[in-house]
């Protein structure tokens, strides 16, 4: 069983802003690393944005700047705001529990949720 639900994605214009939601059902959310992760049609998938137990957040090069990630540990929840979005941010975005050098996910994949970027 899969331990998140992500939510949040939609279609906007360039420029335009959303934020994606993804909930933890496990136990011990405060203590863990989750990251962001995103699918285009035909690309392979790929991290977008990690944030430690300690609110420690890194993101890749291309999303640098207009995503922020944050987390409410009373809500078992991490966040994905992302803005200034672009056509090639259309994505299914994903997000799963990170290992403990945040450099892997550890668990099966969601649904994502679907944002998409288009005038």
């Known amino acids: 069983q899969v331990p998140v639900v992500e939510s949040g994605g939609g279609r906007v214009p360039p420029g335009g802003s959303l934020r994606l939601s993804c909930v933890w059902f496990g136990p011990l959310f405060s203590n863990m690393a989750m990251g962001w992760f995103r699918q285009a049609p035909g690309k392979q998938r790929e991290l977008v944005a990690t944030?430690?137990?300690?609110?420690?957040?890194k993101y890749v090069d291309s999303v640098q700047g207009r995503f922020f990630i944050s987390r409410d540990d009373t809500l078992n929840t991490v966040y994905l705001q992302m803005t200034s979005l672009q056509p090639e941010d259309t994505a299914n975005y994903y997000c799963?529990?990170?290992?403990?050098?945040?450099?892997?996910?550890?668990?099966?994949w969601g649904q994502g949720t679907w944002v998409t970027v288009s005038s």
């Open positions: 944030i430690t137990g300690r609110n420690f957040v």
């Open positions: 799963n529990r990170m290992s403990e050098d945040v450099s892997s996910p550890l668990d099966s």
